[in-house]
């Protein structure tokens, strides 16, 4: 022992007053100010609390469509709101409770499993969190008002098209859910940068949890999945709101350009919500074993290879739209092929199960996860059949489809979710939650699932298609249908015994029951609302296991930053490969400007689907300011450098690829990217499917090279401006005209070369509603312009921080964050004239 103390950081008892100081500094604000509150166990309640709040109402709206689909010929609602029920239902759940509950998670657990003090934007996962409960409580509010959208939760054109879908219900599906999807990127910037940067010493990417694992990759799927679904959703609201026809057949659209972009971020959806779950599983299994995880390196590349195949099988849900056979048979494979690495984790929970079965417990957290087992292999087996495309084209749009994505969704992600709150509830209640009551929850949910579900197999090979608000009650289906609907209210019950244990048991405060489990990772060591108390040096996989003392030595300050050296909230920031420590991260308190921010943007997208277009540039411009407000307080001045314990200093300030946000700047230009991407993917689509009507032959063009090069000069001269900057930034203390003048003059030349292509396009007569070749051809500088407003907002807050005296040569993180996002701006606007002028002129 006496060897063991004389390795840890801090030797000996801490000052007296540091305590008092940590407690003070992380204090959640209390009454009217808790929601300006960003620490993590707050806001990550919050979150996970809204999430489910949505998983109860979107079930309230299941069991009535489960009603009405009873008995045949039944009348208890009428098509149009069985519409409503039904599309609310399939967006809440898979847009406002799925994505949602296990990024929420992420912010929760996160900190704790890394032994970090929070995230390190907290005040991004506060804007996220706001956002989203604000959009997404007005979103669901719609059914009430007649006002919901009837075209599914997918949303297909032509259906949703203006002319088969008028007024603004199909809008608030647009705006609101594209809203809710930057408000999911905003979280995994935030998870990403979270895990790569703020895990403990020691900490390498070799002893990650496997949770953490999971929420990586997780997280950056989000990155390259999201994209997708939001330029879908912008192009079909453009095409509501402005005729433009990129989705119309007759004007070069194709409507099979939506189910493409849709289902490319929908299947990888399906993994997103997935993997969290599975790493949750991960690391309740070999504590309830009581022993390390089997195959902790196999599951980790069958996480990578679950996230890399889920990429290639969005068209497992179009082989029934015509699409050729070689592309049929390759997506076919890879539908197949992504059951390896999901077979390989659940081999890998059987064996640590076996290994550890005398020690193996049996409580609620072991009950939700064997049902998951169960449900999600059955689900994996019927997702085999249907990537048979025989098989598919019999069942497609069966309630056979029905049956297998609530195996695969409610069994994958449900059932390890309520395994998660019984085994993680300590973290943040005073008291476990009940062991009888959660049995009941348990059993109850199994077997209602099983009887609502496993009935709709055979309901769909009998004929029964989805989607339909009722059926005539002579071809048999009744019986089946009146099983499965008593099962959903089975499967009810059982959340409303979850739901009075809650009332009875969960309290929100510190004091509760220290590793009640017995778990082997870092996130049940004592914690309080600054989160650890130091940050200890990691070793293994199982710290707590090799180590018993661990908690004791945390919480008597005894490891890593045991205070508070630069005075406010802080976390050890460490490097992404080995864990080592590099600086010390001021993070900001609680404040108002985030929650103005994110409800000023939730006002700007819903102001706009009721065509309240003046108040809502308002609300876009006051959301910016908020923005402007919080970013200001950000970059704080370092002090130096800082003794965190064992004789190691680091700094309180740094720049460049050193900084977390350089890292999340990053981040977002990969976001930019794949939304980019995804428009050439369109452009190129458009041009194949209807190179008659696309194809500019005929149609205007610009009288000469003028307007691409002169943007493209401007662009390139911005850059170069930009560039020069950065050079001759003075040292702290002094400033610079010339410095000043070249951030306006680089905003003004961002803005000048996305306008002049513009102005080119209207100058040549280029009609973005006479074909969708215009509405493409437009769409490229909207979309750089898009980076590019951001671009010019950050270069114009830069040279304000120059006048202030708070950017120097030193002190630039603001400047070197600007510049990244206006060199990637000019590289995607330089790919966008390329494509728009070179390929017309290449192919012709």
């Known amino acids: 022992m006496s060897d063991r103390l ?11 007053g540091e305590l008092e100081d940590l407690k003070r500094i992380w204090a959640t604000p209390k009454g009217w100010r808790l929601p300006t509150a960003v620490n993590n166990t707050v806001i990550g309640t919050l979150y996970i609390g809204v999430a489910f709040l949505f998983f109860i109402l979107a079930g309230i709206l299941a069991l009535v469509m489960r009603t009405q689909l009873a008995v045949g010929d039944n009348t208890l609602v009428n098509q149009d709101l069985y519409n409503q029920l039904f599309t609310v239902h399939g967006t809440t759940m898979m847009f406002l409770f799925a994505v949602p509950a296990v990024e929420a998670l992420g912010v929760l657990l996160l900190p704790q499993m890394l032994a970090a003090r929070d995230l390190p934007f907290p005040r991004l996962s506060a804007f996220a969190i706001w956002a989203y409960v604000i959009g997404g409580l007005v979103f669901f509010s719609t059914i009430f008002y007649d006002l919901a959208p009837r075209g599914g939760w997918f949303m297909y054109p032509p259906n949703t098209l203006p002319e088969f879908s008028p007024g603004s219900s199909e809008d608030f599906w647009l705006l609101g859910i594209g809203f809710i999807e930057i408000s999911a990127i905003a979280g995994a910037i935030e998870i990403i940068v979270g895990v790569l940067r703020t895990r403990p010493p020691g900490m390498t990417l070799a002893k990650m949890p496997i949770f953490c ?16 679904v939001i330029l879908a959703t912008m192009l079909l609201e453009i095409e509501r709101a ?33 993997l969290p779950a599975a790493g949750l599983v991960s690391m309740m299994i070999p504590t309830m074993a009581q022993t390390p995880l089997v195959g902790y390196r196999l599951i980790v590349v069958a996480l990578i290879a679950t996230g890399f195949f889920s990429f290639g099988l969005w068209v497992h849900h179009m082989f029934t739209t015509g699409i ?9 494979a890879a539908s197949m092929a992504v059951a390896i690495p999901s077979g390989i984790q659940v081999f890998s929970w059987i064996a640590t199960i076996a290994a550890g079965r005398k020690r193996f417990r049996l409580n609620v957290p072991s009950l939700f996860i064997l049902g998951f087992l169960f449900i999600f292999t059955l689900g994996g087996l019927t997702g085999v059949m249907v990537a048979v495309v025989p098989f598919d084209l019999q069942a497609h749009d069966s309630y056979f489809v029905v049956a297998h994505f609530h195996y695969v969704l409610v069994g994958g992600m449900v059932f390890p979710l309520f395994a998660t709150f019984y085994y993680w509830a300590p973290i943040v209640s005073r008291t476990m939650l009940s062991e009888r009551l959660g049995t009941w929850a348990f059993w109850l949910m199994f077997i209602g699932f099983n009887v609502t579900f496993f009935p709709m197999h055979i309901t769909g090979l009998a004929g029964m298609p989805r989607r339909v608000w009722t059926y005539p009650s002579n071809l048999g289906w009744d019986v089946l249908n009146m099983i499965s609907t008593v099962g959903a209210f089975v499967i009810a019950a059982g959340v409303l015994v979850f739901i009075i244990d809650l009332i009875r048991n969960f309290r929100i405060g510190e004091g509760g029951p220290e590793n009640p489990w017995g778990a082997g990772t870092l996130e049940f060591l004592p914690n309080d609302v600054y989160a650890m108390r130091s940050i200890p040096h990691v070793t293994s996989r199982e710290p707590v296991w090799d180590n018993p003392n661990l908690a004791k030595e945390v919480d008597e300050g005894l490891h890593y930053l045991p205070n508070a050296p630069t005075g406010g909230r802080e976390t050890l920031v460490t490097s992404a490969v080995d864990a080592k420590p590099q600086y010390v991260l001021q993070m900001p308190g609680a404040g108002w400007s985030q929650v103005a921010a994110a409800a000023m943007t ?26 402007i407000v919080w970013t200001w307080q950000l970059d704080r001045p370092g002090i130096g450098e800082v003794d965190i314990g064992g004789g190691i200093r680091v700094p309180t300030y740094v720049t460049g690829p050193l900084s977390h946000s350089w890292w999340a700047m990053v981040v977002l230009m990969l976001v930019s990217a794949s939304l980019y991407v995804s428009y050439i993917f369109s452009y190129l689509y458009l041009w194949t499917v209807s190179p008659d009507v696309w194809a500019p032959t005929g149609s205007p063009a610009p009288p000469s090279l003028f307007f691409p090069l002169g943007s493209a000069l401007l662009l390139v001269g911005g850059a170069a401006i930009v560039f020069w900057a950065g050079r001759v930034i003075p040292p702290e203390g002094r400033r ?4 000043i003048a070249a951030m306006v003059l680089a905003a003004l030349a961002m803005a000048a070369g996305v306008g002049l292509e513009i102005w080119g396009h209207l100058l040549s007569g280029l009609d973005p509603t006479a074909s969708s070749y215009g509405a493409m051809v437009y769409m490229a500088p909207i979309l750089t312009g898009q980076a590019g407003a951001a671009a010019i907002i950050m270069c114009l807050f830069a040279a304000a921080r120059h006048v202030t005296g708070q950017l120097d040569s030193v002190r630039r993180v603001t400047f070197d964050n600007a510049a990244l996002l206006y060199y990637y701006t000019v590289g995607q606007g330089l790919v966008g004239l390329l494509l728009i002028h070179g390929f017309p002129r290449l192919i012709g």
């Open 6 to 16: 004389e390795q840890l950081p801090n030797k000996g008892p801490r000052p007296e």
């Open 213 to 228: 694992w999971a929420m990586l990759i997780f997280a950056a799927m989000i990155v390259f999945a999201f994209p997708a």
């Open 242 to 274: 402005f005729g433009w026809p990129f989705f119309s057949a007759e004007l070069g659209g194709d409507s099979l350009l939506w189910q493409h972009l849709f289902w490319f971020f929908g299947h990888p959806e399906v993994y997103i919500i997935f």
């Open 324 to 332: 050729p056979g070689l592309s049929l048979a390759f997506f076919s």
């Open 602 to 627: 939730a006002a700007f997208f819903l102001l706009l689907t009721i065509k309240q277009v003046e108040v809502a540039l308002a609300c876009g411009v006051l959301a910016i300011a908020a923005c």
């Open 736 to 739: 610079s005209v010339s410095v």
